[in-house]
Nanobody
């Protein structure tokens, strides 16, 4: 059974940092790219970043480029999203998601999702 469990969210002041984790089980990172999405109140879910099976890092949201970094620890089957210089507009529920073969920022193509972790940035 494929399972994704996010952790690491919380309340942080603007300019601060958080590191989100996505612990995966039931599949191998060799076969499944993992992506981070986020959904702010009243907004559609947005693709943030994805890491391919070969370790290539993709960033979909222009607003996070240079501030967020995706990484993986294959030994721990865990994906991370390091978020620096956080802004109020980063406030959202952050989800990790998995699909086979290739990354995409289109959320409907991902069949496997975690439960989400809340990130709140106070200004």
């Amino acid at each position: 059974e494929v399972q994704l469990v996010e952790s690491g969210g919380g309340l942080v002041q603007a300019g601060g940092s958080l590191r989100l984790s996505c612990a995966a089980s039931g599949f191998s990172f060799d076969d499944y790219p993992i992506a981070w999405f986020r959904q702010a109140p009243g907004k559609e879910r947005e693709g943030v970043s994805c890491i391919t099976t070969s370790g290539t890092k993709l960033y979909y949201a222009d607003s996070v480029k240079g501030r967020f970094t995706i990484s993986s620890d294959n030994a721990k089957n865990t994906i991370y999203l390091q978020m620096n210089n956080l802004k109020a507009e980063d406030t959202a529920v952050y989800y990790c998601a998995a699909k086979q073969y290739s990354c995409t920022g289109y959320d409907r193509l991902y069949p496997y999702w975690g439960q989400g972790t809340q990130v709140t940035v106070s200004s």
